[in-house]
């Protein structure tokens, strides 16, 4: 489903990805995990083609992009669904007219039928009876449930978030990342960026502890945490809650 090929990347000269190798399945839940700066992100973003490799290649549901070939990073970009940080909701449109843009405007489906299929989507995620409110009147947790809602209108193969419960007060964690396990029960390829670490324990297949742009160790939840076997990642676990 998803191929990384000795991928790496420079940002003004200094190296940030140090060449990662990495296959994730279909129907696989991985979870990165690692301390701020290590790469994360920007491997997550590769992925989507948001930040193109600097040597290397992706593949995404046999779909590969070049640096050169914006054709190429698009058909990649349709093969995925994002979430980030920041909810990135159309400040001037209520929360089903947010769902129903892409389905509107890429999709090309009707305004009956956008609206339709936005309003199983807002269910899906326990919005509906929130449907006509604007972003500002919903709480943080609300509108990351729209923003994932709107990534799933594109019918996407793989989901990937980037830290989405780190802009949210404690108390409206859990409704986001209830969505997200639901989404790994029915068997959704996705790819998580988190520090919320009995969630990741919870949710993932495999976790992949990435330390100084490379690969530090990998393996399932009970190998990482009660069985690490590099002094980086102990040293990690030592300083999170876990």
């Known amino acids: 489903m998803i191929e990384l090929q000795n991928l790496k990347k420079s940002f003004k000269g200094k190296e940030v ?21 290590s790469g994360k992100t920007t491997l997550l973003r590769m992925i989507n083609a948001l930040e193109i490799p600097t040597e290397g290649f992706v593949s995404v549901n046999g779909e590969t992009y070049t640096a050169d070939n914006k054709k190429s990073q698009i058909k990649v970009r349709k093969q995925s669904g994002m979430v980030f940080q920041s909810y990135n909701l159309f400040p001037h ?6 769902v129903m843009e892409g389905l509107i405007t890429v999709k090309k ?3 009956q039928k956008a609206y339709e299929d936005a309003l199983q989507l807002l269910n899906k ?13 919903l709480s943080g947790g609300q509108q990351q449930r729209v923003a994932i809602a709107r990534a799933l209108a594109m019918n996407p193969k793989v989901m ?9 007060d404690p108390e409206l964690v859990n409704d986001v990342l ?23 324990q919870e949710v993932s297949d495999r976790m992949i ?9 990998e393996g399932t939840p009970e190998e990482l945490f009660n069985h690490p076997k590099t002094d980086a990642l102990k040293k990690f676990l030592n300083v999170i809650e876990v």
């Open 17 to 37: 990805i140090k060449g990662i190798n990495l296959s994730i399945d279909k129907g696989e839940v991985v979870t990165l995990i690692g301390r701020s700066g």
């Open 160 to 168: 990937l978030f980037d830290e989405p419960t780190s802009a949210l």
């Open 209 to 217: 502890f990435i330390n100084d742009g490379l690969i530090g160790e």
């Open 109 to 111: 489906l009707s305004k």
């Open 178 to 200: 209830q969505v997200i396990k639901e989404l790994a029960n029915e068997g959704m390829t996705m790819v998580i960026v988190t520090h919320e670490m009995r969630f990741a």
């Open 93 to 98: 449109k209520t929360a089903i007219e947010n």
């Open 125 to 137: 995620v326990g919005l509906e009876s929130v449907k006509d409110q604007r972003p500002h009147a």
